[in-house]
């Protein structure tokens, strides 16, 4: 079993920064890739970020729409898993949910992303 906590969400103004951290407790070790997702409501809830397991070379993949403005990385030894977002804009708004896949998904309880002047 795998758990996931959220936080570092809240508001913030357009072109400005957050730092969300996703830390994992459980079964940590059979955790392999983890990632960000975000939800709007009454819209699917899309991938932002993903990276893989440090054996696996650590490797990063992120939605168009955030490529350049946000990074995602892991800290092995904090099992944690960080979304730095830069550049924020309205369209950035959304409860953003961490995702850890091991042998089965697990999900984060979310934490909200408001981009507003």
């Known amino acids: 079993q795998v758990q996931l906590v959220e936080s570092g969400g809240g508001l913030v103004q357009p072109g400005g920064s957050l730092r969300l951290s996703c830390a994992a407790s459980g079964s940590i070790f059979s955790i392999n890739t983890m990632g960000w997702y975000r939800q709007t409501p009454g819209k699917q809830r899309d991938l932002v970020a993903a990276?893989?397991?440090?054996?696996?070379?650590?490797?990063?993949r992120y939605a168009d729409s955030v490529k350049g403005r946000f990074t995602i990385s892991r800290d092995n030894a904090k099992n944690t898993v960080y979304l730095q977002m830069n550049s924020l804009k309205f369209e950035d708004t959304a409860v953003y949910y961490c995702?850890?896949?091991?042998?089965?998904?697990?999900w984060g309880q979310g934490t909200q992303v408001t981009v507003s002047s």
């Open positions: 995702k850890a896949e091991a042998y089965r998904d697990y």
């Open positions: 990276i893989t397991s440090t054996t696996s070379g650590g490797i990063t």
